[in-house]
């Protein structure tokens, strides 16, 4: 059969909010998956009040965060601490190849949505269920968003500087690292479903998935005993290795230099400084102990560069250099624009905003962002009648009843 997407065909009932849970569900939605988003006025998600909001003006269908993580879904809402409403849900389970969940394992259960009994009406179901610190433990029912869990993951112990308070990340790090676990996951459980007829539960803890990218310090910890701590932009393994300041406010240059023939390479782009010549620097191991005095001779120069030339220069001489980008750098770079990364929809409040596109491209099965995030309950009419098969007068009740608004 003959697919314009990789994920035609596949229907998701997405309970998720915030990050990961929507990012995860967006993968799907962007390659050709009908996506039903179920949203509530009485507690929207938390990303629709965040910024950036259009023209600085904040409202629940105004917020670009939340736009971001929401393209090529339908939105509806539902007060799900209604009954009418839980078995309104249950109908788009039977529905749905997929249902998702990121709340903590308490919320779900509550509303009679778990997937021990969401099985019973779907035996094919895969549920995904993924929450800080997974469904069963001490710490299950901790609710939390991705700066916490960056926190307790590690990740803030070990950014900054040895001298000061941690410098961590920006935002909820680990907010955009589980998702690609999860869609991951997700894609496997449709394969093996395909082969078996078999549907899967699905518990993806968002801690587990984060300390994958600590491996190197759990394991040296493990068995070295070594605990990582703050350094700055020091490298164990490169030097000079730090962002440089160069001419202009607020404008720097990112420079790795991990071997001697980088460091040769290095030289020759800076007219063979004398200081290159020093015996403390002669090696990489000798660098590496010395970069403290080195680093300051290498700003010493890139304090009179412009850092696009600058970044230009090292990079053609075979030295990983680059730009400290800002937004505005980004949204003008010409690669970024060479790929087409941002890309415009219009969204029914804000109008035409730039969206992220795709980091990857399927040759065969090309994604793209095929509509716009939708505001609260923009698709109610669509999903409770061509999906749910509601009549025109039961709608108006269950809108009455403010189980739907």
């Known amino acids: 059969m003959n697919?314009?997407?990789?994920?035609?065909?596949?229907?998701?009932?997405?309970?998720?909010?915030?990050?990961?849970?929507?990012?995860?569900?967006?993968?799907?939605?962007?390659?050709?998956?009908?996506?039903?988003?179920i949203e509530s006025h009485t507690r929207p998600d938390v990303l629709r009040l965040a910024p950036p909001w259009r023209d600085g003006q904040p409202g629940l269908n105004r917020s670009q965060f939340f736009a971001s993580f929401n393209t090529s879904k339908y939105g509806i809402t539902l007060d799900l601490s209604k009954p009418v409403a839980q078995q309104l849900a249950k109908k788009l389970v039977a529905w749905a190849d997929i249902v998702a969940e990121s709340f903590t394992p308490k919320v779900m259960r509550h509303w009679g949505l778990d997937y021990e009994q969401l099985k019973q009406v779907n035996p094919r179901l895969i549920m995904l269920s993924t929450c800080q610190q997974g469904q069963?433990?001490?710490?299950?029912?901790?609710?939390?968003?991705?700066?916490?869990?960056?926190?307790?993951?590690?990740?803030?112990?070990?950014?900054?500087?040895p001298d000061r308070p941690p410098a961590p990340p920006y935002g909820a790090y680990t907010d955009f690292i589980a998702p690609r676990f999860a869609a991951t996951v997700?894609?496997?459980?449709l394969d093996y479903r395909r082969r078996t007829g078999i549907g899967q539960y699905i518990d993806l803890a968002q801690y587990e998935a984060s300390l994958h990218f600590l491996a190197p310090a759990l394991l040296d910890y493990h068995v070295n005993g070594r605990i990582l701590g703050r350094e700055g932009n020091h490298s164990l393994r490169a030097a000079p290795h730090g962002a440089y300041r160069c001419q202009g406010e607020d404008r720097w240059l990112a420079i790795s230099v991990s071997n001697d023939a980088q460091w040769q390479n290095f030289l020759a782009a800076l007219d063979h400084p004398a200081w290159g010549q020093e015996p403390r620097f002669a090696t990489q191991s000798l660098r590496l102990a010395h970069r403290d005095a080195l680093d300051p001779l290498v700003e010493a120069w890139t304090v009179q560069q412009e850092a696009e030339a600058a970044a230009?220069?090292?990079?053609?001489?075979?030295?990983?250099?680059?730009v400290v980008q800002n937004c505005l750098d980004l949204h003008q770079d010409p690669r970024l624009a060479a790929w087409g990364m941002f890309q415009y929809l219009d969204h029914p409040e804000m109008g035409p905003s730039p969206y992220e596109g795709h980091q990857f491209h399927l040759s065969k099965t090309p994604g793209e962002l095929r509509w716009a995030a939708p505001v609260m309950g923009q698709h109610n009419e669509y999903v409770f009648t061509e999906i749910l098969g509601l009549s025109q007068k039961e709608i108006a009740t269950l809108i009455e009843e403010k189980v739907i608004y």
């Open 3 to 37: 697919r314009r997407y990789a994920f035609e065909g596949i229907k998701v009932a997405d309970f998720t909010w915030v990050g990961v849970g929507p990012i995860t569900t967006k993968y799907l939605a962007d390659h050709g998956a009908t996506v039903v988003r």
């Open 136 to 161: 069963t433990g001490p710490h299950a029912l901790y609710p939390g968003f991705g700066q916490l869990m960056a926190s307790l993951s590690g990740f803030y112990h070990i950014s900054g500087w």
């Open 186 to 189: 997700l894609m496997a459980a």
């Open 312 to 322: 230009e220069r090292l990079q053609r001489a075979g030295v990983p250099a680059g």
